[in-house]
């Protein structure tokens, strides 16, 4: 069980591989406000590997109840001397926030009083920053026994090295007392705060330095000394690690230690590292303890950032991915790799291929029987008749609860390896929204209100919504699409002429292959009950979805890419969003986010819920 305890405060040598001492007779760490969750991460990573460590935190009063709460879960034989020393700082504010106010530095040498706390009981310790995760157990090199300091290089660029400093200040082991001290004097003389410092630390006193499978993070693959410029970074970065024959991560043919990263929020910082790290992870099957600490951590994050959110990301069954093809062999491989490199973290995502009849069918069945996936379950239907595009649209997804989660691509279509990061984090943000038909991965591009024109909303690239369906890549809300279904089921005379006859795609519907065109029944139905299909305009012209625009159904030739994929894509959803009309008209601010509708911040924006 936890036991914790409040306290009141009274050039370097390389590390060889594969000598190895002993563990750290303690651990020291700083956790306070943003950092609390990533910080309980921490401690139960850490006592996965080593339940019986004694580990001393800086931290607040408040941080220490969260702790005791979130320690009921599970237990814990941790020792954890907790030292009060944040509560004087406004944890409020952000970093930058703690610069422009003067304090960041003297925040940031609380660390030294955790170490200074370690060292009064201890003959060395090690300190680790809260977004750290410990994957195996950390032992010191041999010398070790004759230094004084162990460092983490950045192993970077080194223009980043020349700003941020060789070393990291997340990551280091001390059995000197004279450290800390040593340390703030350094800090006040530094050119980028502690960490710079840590350069003059290592001229002073006995110094070794970890490898790269020690506090491996996220500034080694975004700020990396490249190799191979042939390849991109994250190919060079993927070739140095792997998983051993015993189911460990290893980097350069070394078992990692330590991730320094913020796992519990994929889009800080470096989200490729976080998806790439959580990718292996699922993978090794000596880390399944780690893997399951933190599945639990997200479930337990995600309930204290959206309060509504902890029933249903519990309840949530697996995320499906369904395709619709027929007889387009090579967009349909195209597809299925651009989905097999995306990122899921370590969600489990099922994937159905729905092969629509056609004498030129047996490439794609063969591909998409052939096709393997990683992340789920797989399932290959073949169709018996031609069913055609809408029929197949209809018969695409049937939800089986109120809260699962799918998405329905048509074959031709490339994806950013960030669409489902994004999509999820959209759902989880704005799932309970009453207006909401669906989320769509498309750009925006066509206004239907006639006369119709080709025009994007302008919305400073945030989330915002608007009637029209986007089909490039479409997640209906599973509520509003089994009402939809069942009024498709239902025999209604709208159904034979869905008519809006403002927008130009009834006359699309009513010129063309009625048994194409699913869309125009959607737009019926979000016309008459005033719903809304989420869509994000990235910058730079970039997309979630690109639609290839292959010879088929929609065009006669092929017509190529619309848009670029996009390589970073921020995962930040306002608490309300913009809302347009037919003629992408701004109308209001609809409030229909997952957070706390009382919250200062969502009632100075003026918003109103979904009629």
Same mark, same amino acid.
């Given at each position: 069980?936890?036991?914790?305890? %409040?306290?009141?405060?009274?050039?370097?040598?390389?590390?060889?591989?594969?000598?190895?001492?002993?563990?750290?007779?303690?651990?020291?760490?700083?956790?306070?406000?943003?950092?609390?969750?990533?910080?309980?991460?921490?401690?139960?990573?850490?006592?996965?590997?080593?339940?019986?460590?004694?580990?001393?935190?800086?931290?607040?009063?408040?941080?220490?109840?969260?702790?005791?709460?979130?320690?009921?879960?599970?237990?814990?034989?941790?020792?954890?001397?907790?030292?009060?020393? &944040?509560?004087?700082?406004?944890?409020?504010?952000?970093?930058?926030?703690?610069?422009?106010?003067? /304090?960041?530095?003297?925040?940031?040498?609380?660390?030294?009083?955790?170490?200074?706390?370690?060292?009064?009981?201890?003959?060395?310790?090690?300190?680790?920053?809260?977004?750290?995760? %410990?994957?195996?157990?950390?032992?010191?090199?041999?010398?070790?026994?004759?230094?004084?300091?162990?460092?983490?290089?950045?192993?970077? &660029?080194?223009?980043?090295?020349?700003?941020?400093? @060789?070393?990291?200040?997340?990551?280091?082991?001390?059995?000197?007392?004279?450290?800390?001290?040593?340390?703030?004097?350094?800090?006040?003389?530094?050119?980028?705060?502690?960490?710079?410092? &840590?350069?003059?630390?290592?001229?002073?006193?006995?110094?070794?330095?970890?490898?790269?499978?020690?506090?491996?993070?996220?500034?080694?693959?975004?700020?990396? /000394?490249?190799?191979?410029?042939?390849?991109?970074?994250?190919?060079?970065?993927?070739?140095?690690?792997?998983?051993?024959?015993?189911?460990?991560?290893?980097?350069?043919?070394?078992? %990692?230690?330590?991730?320094?990263?913020?796992?519990?929020?994929?889009?800080?910082?470096?989200?490729?590292?976080?998806?790439?790290?959580?990718?292996?992870?699922?993978?090794?099957?000596?880390?399944?303890?780690?893997?399951?600490?933190?599945?639990?951590?997200?479930?337990?994050?995600?309930?204290?950032?959206?309060?509504?959110?902890?029933?249903?990301?519990?309840?949530?069954?697996?995320?499906?991915?369904?395709?619709?093809?027929?007889?387009?062999?090579?967009?349909?491989?195209?597809?299925?790799?651009?989905?097999?490199?995306?990122?899921?973290?370590?969600?489990?995502?099922?994937?159905?291929?729905?092969?629509?009849?056609?004498?030129?069918?047996?490439?794609?069945?063969?591909?998409?029987?052939?096709?393997?996936?990683?992340?789920?379950?797989?399932?290959?239907?073949?169709?018996?008749?031609?069913?055609?595009?809408?029929?197949?649209?209809?018969?695409?997804?049937?939800?089986?609860?109120?809260?699962?989660?799918?998405?329905?691509?048509?074959?031709?279509?490339?994806?950013?390896?960030?669409?489902?990061?994004?999509?999820?984090?959209?759902?989880?943000?704005?799932?309970?929204?009453?207006?909401?038909?669906?989320?769509?991965?498309?750009?925006?591009?066509?206004?239907?209100?006639?006369?119709?024109?080709?025009?994007?909303?302008?919305?400073?690239?945030?989330?915002?919504?608007?009637?029209?369906?986007?089909?490039?890549?479409?997640?209906?809300?599973?509520?509003?699409?089994?009402?939809?279904?069942?009024?498709?089921?239902?025999?209604?005379?709208?159904?034979?002429?869905?008519?809006?006859?403002?927008?130009?795609?009834?006359?699309?519907?009513?010129?063309?292959? @009625?048994?194409?065109?699913?869309?125009?029944?959607?737009?019926?139905?979000?016309? @008459?009950? @005033?719903?809304?299909?989420?869509?994000?305009?990235?910058?730079?012209?970039?997309? &979630?979805?690109?639609?290839?625009?292959?010879?088929?159904?929609?065009?006669?030739?092929?017509?190529?890419?619309?848009?670029?994929?996009?390589?970073?894509?921020?995962?930040?959803?306002?608490?309300?969003?913009?809302?347009?009309?037919?003629?992408?008209?701004?109308?209001?601010?609809?409030?229909?986010?997952?957070?706390?509708?009382?919250?200062?911040?969502?009632?100075?924006?003026?918003?109103?819920?979904?009629?």
């Amino acid at each position: 069980m936890l036991a914790i305890f %409040v306290l009141k405060l009274p050039a370097a040598s390389p590390l060889i591989p594969g000598r190895e001492w002993r563990k750290p007779s303690s651990y020291a760490s700083m956790i306070g406000g943003r950092s609390t969750m990533e910080g309980t991460l921490m401690l139960y990573s850490l006592a996965s590997v080593d339940p019986w460590a004694s580990v001393y935190v800086a931290g607040t009063g408040e941080g220490l109840r969260s702790l005791q709460v979130l320690n009921s879960t599970r237990l814990l034989r941790l020792k954890v001397f907790w030292l009060p020393v &944040l509560d004087k700082y406004d944890l409020s504010l952000t970093r930058k926030g703690m610069v422009d106010s003067q /304090v960041w530095s003297q925040f940031q040498m609380e660390k030294g009083s955790a170490i200074r706390a370690a060292l009064i009981s201890h003959s060395d310790t090690l300190y680790m920053d809260a977004d750290s995760f %410990v994957l195996h157990e950390i032992l010191l090199p041999v010398e070790a026994m004759h230094m004084e300091l162990g460092l983490s290089p950045h192993y970077m &660029l080194e223009m980043y090295e020349a700003k941020h400093g @060789k070393y990291n200040g997340g990551f280091l082991w001390t059995k000197s007392k004279r450290i800390p001290e040593a340390w703030t004097q350094a800090s006040a003389r530094s050119r980028f705060f502690d960490q710079a410092a &840590l350069e003059e630390l290592a001229e002073t006193f006995k110094t070794f330095t970890f490898g790269k499978h020690v506090n491996l993070g996220w500034w080694q693959l975004c700020q990396k /000394v490249r190799r191979n410029e042939s390849l991109s970074v994250e190919e060079e970065f993927q070739e140095e690690i792997d998983i051993d024959t015993a189911g460990f991560l290893r980097m350069n043919g070394r078992r %990692v230690d330590t991730l320094h990263a913020h796992l519990l929020t994929p889009g800080v910082w470096c989200p490729q590292f976080n998806e790439i790290m959580l990718r292996y992870l699922a993978k090794a099957p000596a880390l399944k303890e780690q893997l399951e600490i933190l599945q639990w951590a997200q479930r337990a994050y995600a309930s204290l950032v959206y309060p509504q959110a902890k029933e249903v990301m519990e309840a949530t069954p697996p995320f499906t991915i369904v395709v619709l093809t027929m007889n387009r062999h090579e967009s349909l491989a195209q597809l299925l790799e651009s989905l097999a490199s995306s990122y899921y973290g370590m969600d489990k995502v099922d994937l159905t291929i729905k092969v629509d009849h056609a004498p030129d069918n047996t490439k794609v069945i063969d591909i998409a029987q052939d096709f393997n996936w990683d992340f789920g379950q797989k399932a290959v239907e073949v169709s018996s008749s031609r069913k055609g595009l809408a029929r197949a649209w209809y018969d695409a997804w049937k939800p089986k609860t109120s809260n699962a989660r799918g998405i329905i691509f048509e074959d031709d279509i490339l994806l950013s390896k960030f669409w489902y990061r994004w999509l999820v984090n959209a759902w989880a943000r704005y799932g309970t929204c009453k207006c909401l038909a669906g989320i769509s991965l498309q750009r925006q591009t066509l206004v239907p209100k006639k006369p119709s024109r080709r025009s994007e909303i302008v919305n400073h690239h945030q989330p915002f919504l608007y009637p029209l369906v986007g089909s490039t890549g479409f997640s209906p809300h599973p509520e509003r699409w089994l009402s939809f279904l069942k009024w498709i089921e239902s025999g209604s005379p709208t159904l034979s002429d869905p008519a809006t006859p403002d927008l130009v795609t009834y006359d699309w519907w009513r010129n063309g292959d @009625k048994r194409q065109m699913w869309t125009q029944h959607f737009i019926h139905f979000s016309h @008459k009950n @005033k719903l809304f299909t989420l869509y994000v305009n990235l910058p730079h012209k970039k997309t &979630l979805a690109a639609h290839t625009r292959a010879k088929g159904e929609h065009f006669r030739r092929t017509l190529g890419q619309d848009f670029a994929t996009a390589s970073d894509v921020s995962l930040v959803m306002p608490d309300s969003l913009a809302t347009y009309n037919w003629n992408a008209k701004f109308t209001r601010r609809t409030c229909c986010s997952m957070v706390n509708p009382t919250h200062p911040n969502v009632a100075q924006t003026g918003c109103r819920k979904c009629f």
